[in-house]
């Protein structure tokens, strides 16, 4: 929520849909509980969300997927099932933002005589995020287009072209901090990740973020890709923690109520999930 709040001040972006992938049961992280298990547990922590959804894809692969490969998944995914252009963040798009006055002659409301119906911003940006929670309905793609919005007052005339879906890896400053380590990382997924897709970072623990980007060489050359979220004194995200959640459920400490909704906590007491033999 964080994240998306910070991407919609910089007026860079219209945040339409957020994606949750449980890694998969073969990662080989210890205490890794069964993907069974995380799906629901992330499932229930976004029920009542209009715009993140959990995706089991990578859970049901026949083995570990790797981020690089995740990301191009949801990334041609996206572009089969909405049949918009899906951009690298690193290439400089033409498009016009979406309600930015073009002082320009207008052109024809379409380019394209194909497009049985004129859509409207609000049409295309709902298509999306409707795509986005309902994976198996495929519509045909669309090709590109141009079209006047019909509400448009006060004699200016607001253009629309494609829109263009970006995907970003949303992580902690320590995800972004393991770039870092020699030999951990393929260097050509890296590339491809910071690259071509971009970060959001969520600072960990008053991480320093600078310090970290500078200690490698992709990440400084790429450093406009990385977007870190600033973090709020009142509500500071260091305490949006797995780890720190279950070792509040090892230890029965009531503060995990602070971390993970009620239920969440039921399924986890109900499967005796994190909890240890002592009781």
């Known amino acids: 929520e964080r994240a998306r709040d910070y991407l919609h001040k910089t ?3 219209i945040v339409i849909g957020g994606i949750v992938s449980p890694v998969h049961d073969s990662y080989g992280k210890q205490g890794l509980v069964s993907s069974r298990h995380r799906l629901i547990m992330c499932q229930l922590a976004v029920q009542n969300s209009d715009w993140i959804r959990v995706d089991p894809w990578e859970c049901y692969q ?3 997927q790797t981020t690089c490969s995740v990301l191009e998944h949801h990334r041609d995914l996206m572009k089969r099932v909405t049949g918009c252009i899906l951009s690298n963040v690193n290439t400089p798009s033409m498009t016009p933002v979406i309600g930015q006055p073009q002082h320009e002659t207008p052109q024809p409301i379409y380019q394209n005589s194909n497009v049985p119906a004129k859509p409207t911003a609000a049409k295309i940006l709902g298509k999306v ?3 986005l929670s309902r994976i198996c309905c495929v519509r045909p793609p669309v090709e590109r287009f141009t079209f006047v ?3 448009a007052n006060l004699g200016t005339v607001m253009r629309y072209e494609e829109i263009e879906l970006r995907i970003l890896l949303l992580c902690g400053s320590d995800l972004l901090e393991s770039f870092c380590i020699p030999g951990l990382w393929n260097e050509a997924d890296m590339e491809v990740i910071v690259g071509d897709f971009g970060i959001v970072v969520v600072p960990r623990d008053a ?6 980007m500078n200690h490698s060489s992709i990440l400084r ?3 406009n890709n990385i977007m870190v979220v600033k973090d709020d004194i009142n509500h500071p995200m260091s305490v949006v923690s797995s780890t720190k959640s279950r070792l509040a459920l090892q230890h029965g400490d009531g503060h995990v109520v602070d971390y993970l909704s009620q239920p969440v906590i039921d399924y986890i007491l109900k499967s005796q999930l994190y909890i240890n033999t002592s009781g």
């Open 11 to 13: 007026g860079r972006f």
């Open 62 to 64: 026949d083995t570990w």
């Open 129 to 131: 995020g409707e795509s």
């Open 149 to 151: 919005d019909e509400n």
């Open 207 to 212: 991480a320093d973020t600078d310090r970290i």
């Open 221 to 223: 050359k790429y450093r």
